[in-house]
């Protein structure tokens, strides 16, 4: 499984950016699809996951601020993000689960900058 990220960039507090991750397979193969991200200095941390039925989780420090949703006929996750902070600013790892057996999958990462 190879995943492709894009959307990255630089924003000011408060805006908006959408990150993209597409898959190598069909996205119907995949247990869960999660957006990961790590500051300069920190571990890296979950920000959303979304379930192969839909099902979405986020931390709780994007909770109500940012979506992650996917689009089954393109292969593709994406992660709105709204009101933006300072504190968002990471780089954005796409990620992919398999069950039975256990498999992840890394996308490469994309940089979010927010200036203040």
């Known amino acids: 499984v190879q995943l492709q990220a894009s959307g990255g960039g630089l924003v000011q507090t408060g805006g908006s950016l959408t990150l993209s991750c597409a898959t190598s397979?069909?996205?119907?193969?995949?247990?869960?699809m999660a957006w990961y991200r790590q500051a300069p200095g920190k571990q890296r941390d979950l920000v959303a996951l979304i379930s192969s039925g839909g099902s979405a989780h986020y931390a709780d420090s994007v909770k109500g601020r940012f979506t992650i949703s996917r689009d089954n006929s393109k292969n593709t996750v994406y992660l709105q993000m709204n009101s933006l902070k300072p504190e968002d600013a990471a780089v954005y790892y796409c990620n992919a689960k398999r069950y039975n057996p256990y498999n992840e999958y890394w996308g490469q990462g994309t940089l979010v900058t927010v200036s203040s």
């Open positions: 397979v069909s996205i119907f193969i995949i247990s869960a």
